[in-house]
């Protein structure tokens, strides 16, 4: 693929949104780097159900158990239940439905969407597809065990959704259930990044990733660069040769815009939405040929793509919905290229077939394959018979590259690279041509360690290094070939390169740079390609002649790239007494050989400045009206700091002078020294200030600006819900930040529950984090604590309470948290006991687990049942630290074990039962086991 690839730059550190950030001159490059990925989770279930619209279906509870379920009405056939409006926190760009549902054979349950940006304005109903087994094999460890999981339904910028589920019964008049249904909506296009939010950044990230030098890997863009968030994944990798490669389709947009957001979209929702601890593809492809890098972990690792054939299974996903689209050019030599080098990579013959679960099927193959489904719809199954003979060709090729044709010395060049056939350890043979002739013939057997870690089944003797001697002054093509010694018939081009063989002197102007009062220094470097010795080197300033001097400085780098001719040639000018204005500096390499031409090696202009000079680098909210800013400033004629006076909506602000140390500057103006910094803070009073620096003169001109930056003071508290927890029974803890922009002091932080009053705090705790993002106002911002619960499902909110300038008292965010009213753990282990030669029609089974009802700290029993059959009643009241940690309020004393007896049986499942004593209705089962 041509990927371009761009240089890699990061920034340290967090800005937050008051910071007006500018880059200064000569800083940092990049883009700005993916968004933060965030998601949230509406779940419903009972009665509220009863918020929504029926026709031929209703909200019904089930006979003895009370549970409230979605079905379909009496002597009805068929019917449709419509949500009522449901809104996000947040706008959000997809959303995926998931859940709980009761299908007789022949019955269905179909599920639809609809988006809204105001509440008022509706999309089209949009079908959910679902996923038909595209999932990990631990599935059932998962959030989401249990339940049927959409695929993401993806619309930009919404706010409101709704869903509806089209019910039919079957022939014998039988109606599916739906008991609970969870809707989780994310948002990867960063449309929470508010500029009040601590995650508004500023980072910087490259763009795509490069394959290593010696492989045949394909450019692919990593996890780091398409946005994964890490502290997502949880799912600890586990690892098996692979023997398939399995291709999958997204049933997305065809036509994505932002196909990389859908690829963070995908990932939340595999990952948080429905447990499962990271994304289940292996990779993705989009439709431009760009390859994502999906499961965590590398070559090997188990993905979670198609249930029972992850584990020896790459799992390959192309973002579209190929059932109607068409697939690209770019896409499919995009496939070919990954899939042929998976095959290289473990050997997998593109041709083959091979056994995977007892099944003998070809090693390239559809999800359809495995599972029932129509994925990855018929437009894109049909190109794997191509999919597999063109990877084929590839893999039995010889494999490498020309990496490099460098001019080593006069008349003399060497090419080199590496070359790999993998049908045989052995080195293969390469020829060398040039300019269409054949040159020589030579064995790729040098040591090439990084060809031995991309392929460590064949050794690291696969490096070529010829050189071409007597070779003429112009330009040359140099080409490559690997000779074929396996099952394939041709001798592939590894690579061509030009190279321009020099007669006359080069090199080069490197760098033009005021360095001091009227300075300008001179960097580059000169070689003549008919001698090893350095040369002379003439500079002349505006088409007149300054001085000369020989290139003789040590450059290393100039060495590397031209071996056969040392590393003594660069050279370093400087020119001084320069006036004030632009100037054009030239330099001109003097020929030492057969020739007399003496060429350009290059031209710069600089203007060197008269007046002062310099950058207002950054603006903040520093305190209680208070800004805080800083920058640089020289003035040109003196190395001495100088004066800086502020306006601020073009009033006086105040002086500063610009004698910090800046090792920056003393980088790009080395002989001024490092002293020119400034930075300083300045009382504000309107909402929207324009600050203005000026550097003062001290010389000749005048004052000159260096900068204006506008910030906007907040007036309102602003800050953070970021945590709502279960606690003691009947409680949540809840914590975050707050302050208001008018007052140092701490702030009362209100707290509602479902509406309803629920308590207050004062945000006086020690916050370090929050300190260092608006140090003016210290560290004791925090707010914890504690409120009063009643209800299963609760919706809770922080408001900031004001205590300055502004008029509101703003949310600081909502959450929703689920409180379980029934008992919940697990049974952790299960073995069987010592015989009892006493009693040979019995045994003993030993096991251990812990339980808890959330409506007491007091121990609960659990009864056992093996294989149907009461086994016995444990209570549980040992000590489990790792309970205790996880569930703080309700203690450590919460464990169960012990052995109960049961007839010999061939196999004994075991499950455990938590018995309720406070709210809750039923007493669930926390496990089962078999042994």
């Given at each position: ?196 939010s601590p995650a508004a950044i500023w980072r910087k990230v490259g763009a795509f990733a490069q394959p290593p030098p010696a492989s045949a890997q394909p450019a692919i863009i990593s996890r780091a660069q398409w946005g994964a968030d890490e502290d997502y994944m949880t799912w600890e990798p586990e690892y098996q040769t692979p023997r398939k490669q399995i291709i999958h389709h997204t049933v997305t947009n065809n036509f994505d815009s932002n196909p990389a957001a859908t690829v963070r979209s ?666």
């Amino acid at each position: 693929m041509n990927i371009k690839n761009r240089s890699l730059f990061f920034t340290a550190g967090v800005i937050l949104a008051l910071v007006v950030f500018t880059l200064a001159s000569g800083g940092f490059g990049g883009n700005q780097a993916p968004p933060e990925t965030i998601g949230d989770d509406i779940v419903l279930s009972g009665s509220d159900f009863l918020e929504g619209a029926t026709e031929g279906a209703s909200v019904t509870s089930i006979t003895g158990t009370g549970q409230q379920v979605i079905m379909l009405s009496e002597a009805e056939s068929a019917g449709t239940y419509t949500s009522g409006r449901l809104q996000a926190d947040y706008a959000f760009n997809a959303l995926g439905l998931h859940w709980v549902e009761d299908v007789p054979d022949g019955g269905g349950v179909e599920a639809e969407v609809r988006f809204s940006r105001d509440g008022t304005n509706w999309g089209d109903w949009l079908k959910v597809p679902v996923a038909d087994d595209a999932v990990p094999d631990h599935v059932n460890e998962t959030k989401s065990a249990g339940e049927t999981i959409g695929q993401l339904v993806f619309y930009d910028e919404a706010r409101f959704f709704q869903y509806r589920l089209n019910l039919t019964s079957n022939q014998a008049g039988e109606s599916p259930t739906v008991s609970r249904l969870t809707a989780s909506y994310i948002d990867a296009m960063g449309y929470h990044e508010s500029p009040l939010s601590p995650a508004a950044i500023w980072r910087k990230v490259g763009a795509f990733a490069q394959p290593p030098p010696a492989s045949a890997q394909p450019a692919i863009i990593s996890r780091a660069q398409w946005g994964a968030d890490e502290d997502y994944m949880t799912w600890e990798p586990e690892y098996q040769t692979p023997r398939k490669q399995i291709i999958h389709h997204t049933v997305t947009n065809n036509f994505d815009s932002n196909p990389a957001a859908t690829v963070r979209s995908i990932y939340y929702y595999h990952a948080v939405s429905l447990g499962w601890g990271d994304i289940g593809y292996n990779f993705l492809v989009d439709r431009n040929g760009n390859i994502y890098e999906g499961r965590y972990g590398g070559n090997g690792v188990i993905g979670g793509h198609a249930l029972s054939w992850n584990y020896g299974s790459i799992g390959i996903a192309v973002l579209g919905d190929y059932r109607s689209g068409e697939v690209s050019s770019q896409t499919y030599k995009a496939l070919v290229e990954l899939m042929t080098w998976k095959s290289i990579v473990n050997q997998i013959n593109p041709l083959g077939n091979d056994y995977l679960n007892g099944t003998y099927l070809p090693n390239y193959l559809g999800h359809r394959d495995v599972i029932s489904t129509t994925c990855p719809g018929d437009n894109l199954y049909q190109y794997l018979p191509s999919l597999r003979n063109d990877a084929y060709v590839d893999f039995v090729r010889p494999h490498g590259t020309l990496d490099s044709v460098a001019i080593t010395g006069p008349g003399q060049i060497i090419s080199s690279g590496w070359a790999i056939d993998f049908d045989t350890t052995g080195p293969v043979e390469v020829h060398i041509y040039m300019d269409d002739r054949y040159i020589t013939a030579f064995s790729a057997d040098g040591s090439r360690p990084d060809v031995g870690a991309a392929y460590p089944g064949y050794g690291d003797s696969h490096g070529y290094s010829a050189q071409i001697d007597n070779v003429s002054s112009g330009p040359h093509t140099v080409c490559t070939y690997g000779i074929n010694v396996g099952a394939g018939d041709s001798n592939p081009l590894l690579g061509c390169k030009v190279i321009d063989v020099p007669v006359d002197p080069f090199g080069d102007l490197n760098s033009l740079s005021l360095t001091g009062p009227n300075q300008i220094n001179v960097d580059g470097w000169a070689i003549d390609p008919d001698v090893t010795e350095p040369i002379d080197v003439h500079l002349y300033m505006d088409g007149r002649y300054v001085s000369a001097f020989t290139a003789d400085n040590t450059r290393t780098d100039v060495g590397a790239v031209y071996p056969g001719y040392g590393d003594d040639h660069g050279y370093s000018a400087r020119i001084d007494n320069v006036s004030s204005g632009p100037h054009t500096v030239c330099t001109y390499a003097i020929n030492a050989g057969v020739r007399d031409t003496n060429p350009l090696l290059g031209c710069k202009v600089i203007d060197v400045p008269v007046d002062p000079f310099g950058d207002l680098n950054s603006l903040s909210l520093a305190g209680p009206n208070q800004l805080s800013l800083g920058g640089w400033a020289i003035d040109p004629d003196s190395i001495e700091p100088i004066q800086v006076h502020i306006y601020v909506n073009g009033q006086w602000g105040g002086v500063l002078t610009a004698n910090d140390p800046r090792a920056d500057v003393d980088n790009s103006y080395p002989d001024y020294a490092p002293d020119h910094g400034f930075s300083g803070t300045i009382p504000v009073s309107a909402a929207r200030n324009t600050v203005c620096a000026y550097g003062i003169n001290t010389g000749p001109g005048g004052n000159s600006l260096l900068g204006c930056r506008v910030i906007d003071v907040p007036v309102n508290p602003f800050g953070n819900l970021e945590g709502v927890s279960a606690g003691a029974p009947g409680q949540l803890d809840v914590s975050g930040w707050a302050l208001d922009p008018g007052t140092a002091e701490p702030i009362a932080v209100h707290i509602y529950v479902n509406g309803q009053w629920g308590g207050a705090f004062t945000a006086d705790a020690t916050r370090t984090d929050v300190g260092s993002a608006f140090p003016g106002y210290g560290d004791s911002h925090g707010f914890s604590g504690s409120v009063a619960v009643r209800s299963a499902v609760n919706t809770v909110c922080a408001y900031g309470i004001n205590q300055g300038a502004g008029d509101t008292n703003p949310l600081l965010g909502c959450k929703v948290i689920d409180v379980p009213v029934n008992p919940f753990g697990d049974l952790n282990s299960l073995s069987l006991g010592s015989p009892d030669p006493s009693d040979p029609d019995h045994v003993q089974i030993d096991m251990g687990g812990w339980a808890i009802d959330p409506g007491t700290t007091g121990p609960i029993q659990v009864h056992i049942y093996v294989n149907g059959q009461w086994g016995g009643a444990f209570t549980a009241d040992g000590t489990r630290t790792d309970v205790g940690s996880a569930y703080p309020g309700y203690g450590d004393s919460h464990g169960f074990s012990g052995s109960v007896t049961a007839a010999v049986s061939g196999s004994y499942t075991v499950c455990a039962y938590g018995i309720n004593l406070g709210a809750g209705d039923t007493n669930p089962l926390l496990g089962c086991r078999q042994i």
